[in-house]
């Protein structure tokens, strides 16, 4: 029924027999949301969790929350994607990823809370959801097209839907609507089963880590189409307008304001102009997520990289600026690019920096070690993007290693060890490119990443960095000192509340206890309030707000406020922590039955045995922490991780999160205090169960 939120309803789809059916989304609402229903679905519906990524026997889930489709501010758009990836390395672990746009909205106006997908088509398919009729169309006139070609060519068949206000529907609201489908959809990249291949929706909202759009391509589907005419039914919708506005007084930033750098928390970061990728000159209008208010992206007059930013708009700019001195239209077109055949840009990233580097060692290139006809000469120019990316998703010459990733491509090379050892194959956890946020210096980034089973991207703490590096750039003071963040960041972090030791990122204290708290905070405030939720992790959570003038973020108050007026439950910030504990423990207890275990949860080697030299804006890494018994931002450039430092530091973690701490795997006191009873018996029965 739908209440609260809710609409009441999963769509399960049978690829192998084209089929629907109906799952209650009642059964698992205790899950909230999001990535807790979606962990509870693959475990019940997954039968063998240790098949790979690309094996018809894997499940995957596309999660909306009960805030998809309100008004919740940077928490509508947001939709979670989950199942068994193609990424990581040397195990293809149960991991997820996440995208924004309008598509949850457009699920829930058709009725839907999520889909569950299972098995594989015998030929290409598309999935046609309109309202509550769901078809299983042929996609062999899409199979080849890149994600907009693709788009386009769907929103052409529904053009007498989706014109002219006509009726789409009978059995819900009976509605009409003037929205395109809402789409998902791979790329050639997925197709060709690359892990590099991401999910993408309109033009730039992608799911892009985790290789989803090899496992779509994997079960033979092209793209998932949607649109309603229904609504979403709120529990207290005046409570919802009143949260919205309270909001926007307490903590948006007033018109004649003046800009922060790093600000505001609530309205358009005047920073995201260096997001664009573009210069600002020019026809250019934000665009945002549904109901977002913050519109960290844009579309530009000539359409070229729309609604891309961050990531995919300096994934080439750095070898662009080598290259030229600036940034040129290269950068541009590879943004574009990626977005079109569905190759994920981190991957790309750090990959042209690997192959850039072998290049420069003599090892790659014409009649070399590893023989291509890629140009290393034009790294930079506009036609080695295009040739490597189209390479990569047509598994043409090189790119039929590179396809598999860069580290198994190192290690077909029988590279793996020795790069890994030099640093040039900057993959540090699970066969992940580093995002850019060092282990070496943001720990809680890195440790939340191996701990977990993906680059986590998880901005938390993150914001610290940039705070200081923003204000820096433009010669302003930090509106809080080191201490005054640690005091306020810590004051929410409930049940570790007031511990300031968190926050404290000095080389003296990365293995300590404190830290361990850290890391388990947020990992479980990230997989409810972020990831079930689906508040967005750009805009959550908000420690400090320079809008205000005792610079406190809405964080602990703002998350419940708009969960409760939308589900009509009273729950607290700390429930919220509580629950993304409880899915936590679910998601490694999959770990666990795919075989993770304690010995193997470690670093590539450079993290260890080598110094970190820069930061991705130069030899500096400030972050809050403490020199000398004084609170300072410390830089973090120049350190490495000491191995049995980690190992200290694993055991703290361990030892909060109540796991086992020889092996890592969780125990029956903890999953039996977690109501998870059915999950230590699984355990036992594999013989994955940690010691009491
Ligand atoms: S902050 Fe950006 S990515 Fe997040 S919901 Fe808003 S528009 Fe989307």
């Known amino acids: 029924m739908a209440t609260g939120g809710y609409a009441g309803k999963i769509l399960r789809l049978d690829l192998t027999s084209r089929t629907s059916s109906v799952i209650e989304t009642e059964k698992y609402a205790d899950w909230g949301g999001g990535h807790g229903i979606g962990s ?59 995208f924004g746009g309008r598509f949850g909205g457009q699920l829930k106006y058709a009725g839907w809370d999520g889909i569950v997908l299972e098995g594989k088509a015998d030929k290409p398919v598309w999935i046609d959801v309109v309202n509550d009729k769901v078809v299983f169309r042929d996609a062999a006139g899409l199979w080849g097209k890149d994600t907009q070609e693709t788009q386009k060519l769907i929103w052409k068949t529904k053009d007498a839907e989706i014109h002219g206000w006509t009726e789409v529907g009978k059995s819900r609201d009976a509605g009409r609507t003037t929205q395109k489908p809402a789409i998902i959809t791979t790329g050639p990249a997925g197709e060709n089963l690359s892990t590099l291949g991401c999910l993408v929706h309109d033009a730039g909202n992608a799911a892009g880590q985790g290789g989803f759009g090899a496992v779509f391509g994997s079960k033979n589907l092209k793209a998932i189409s949607v649109v309603g005419t229904g609504s979403v039914d709120v529990a207290d919708p005046a409570g919802l307008f009143a949260a919205r506005m309270w909001a926007k007084e307490e903590y948006a930033a007033k018109a004649g304001q003046p800009a922060e750098p790093n600000g505001p928390s609530f309205g358009v970061d005047p920073a995201a102009v260096l997001m664009y990728g573009k210069a600002p000159d020019g026809p250019r209008g934000p665009q945002a997520c549904q109901g977002c208010i913050n519109g960290c992206r844009a579309r530009f007059g000539d359409g070229v990289a729309n609604e891309s930013s961050c990531q995919e708009t300096s994934m080439y700019k750095v070898f662009d600026v080598l290259a030229h001195g600036v940034g040129t239209e290269a950068s541009i077109i590879a943004t574009d690019l990626v977005q079109k055949m569905g190759v994920n840009s981190y991957e790309l990233m750090q990959g042209v920096g690997y192959l850039y580097a072998l290049g420069k060692m003599g090892v790659l290139g014409a009649g070399k070690e590893i023989d291509t006809d890629l140009d290393m000469s034009r790294v930079g120019e506009t036609d080695f993007a295009v040739d490597l990316i189209t390479k990569i998703a047509n598994r043409e010459g090189i790119g039929e ?217 130069g030899p500096l890494y400030p972050m809050s922490g403490k020199v000398a018994g004084k609170w300072e931002y410390v830089n973090c450039v120049g350190r490495s991780i000491d191995r049995a430092g980690f190992e200290e530091f694993k055991t703290h973690f361990y030892a909060l999160e109540g796991w086992d701490p020889k092996s890592g795997w969780p125990t029956r006191a903890t999953l039996e205090g977690l109501k998870l009873t059915n999950v230590a018996d699984a355990l036992e029965a594999a013989q994955k169960l940690g010691a009491a």
């Open 401 to 617: 290693d590179l396809a598999n990733g860069f580290v198994r491509a190192a290690e077909k090379w029988g590279r793996l060890e020795k790069d890994f050892a030099a640093g040039i194959l900057d993959f540090p956890y699970w066969g992940y490119a580093n995002h850019g946020y060092d282990p070496r210096a943001e720990i809680e980034w890195g440790y939340g990443s191996i701990m977990g089973e993906r680059d986590m991207n998880l901005h938390c703490f993150n914001t610290n960095f940039w705070s200081v590096i923003k204000h820096m750039m433009v010669g302003k003071a930090m509106p809080v000192s080191a201490e005054e963040y640690a005091k306020i960041a810590s004051s929410k972090m409930v049940p570790y509340a007031g511990d300031t030791a968190m926050l404290d990122f000095s080389t003296e204290n990365i293995y300590s206890e404190s830290i361990a708290k850290l890391v388990v905070w947020q990992g479980h405030y990230g997989r409810f309030w972020k990831q079930s939720a689906l508040y967005c992790d750009f805009r959550w959570p908000d420690f400090t707000n320079y809008n205000r003038d005792d610079n406190v973020g809405i964080t602990g108050d703002g998350e419940p406020k708009f969960w409760n007026a939308v589900t009509g439950q009273d729950i607290t910030f700390a429930k919220g922590i509580e629950l993304g504990r409880r899915i936590f423990n679910l998601d490694n207890a999959i770990w666990a039955l795919q075989g993770r275990h304690r010995d193997i949860v470690k670093f590539a080697s450079y993290i260890y045995d080598k110094k970190l030299e820069t930061s991705l804006v």
């Open 40 to 98: 509870a679905l693959f475990w019940d519906l997954c039968k063998d969790k240790t098949v790979p990524g690309l094996d018809p026997g894997n499940v995957v889930t596309i999660m909306t929350s009960p805030l998809s489709g309100t008004m919740v501010p940077s928490a509508s758009g947001r939709v979670e994607v989950q199942g068994i990836g193609a990424t990581s390395y040397p195990i293809n672990w149960f991991t997820r990823s996440n």
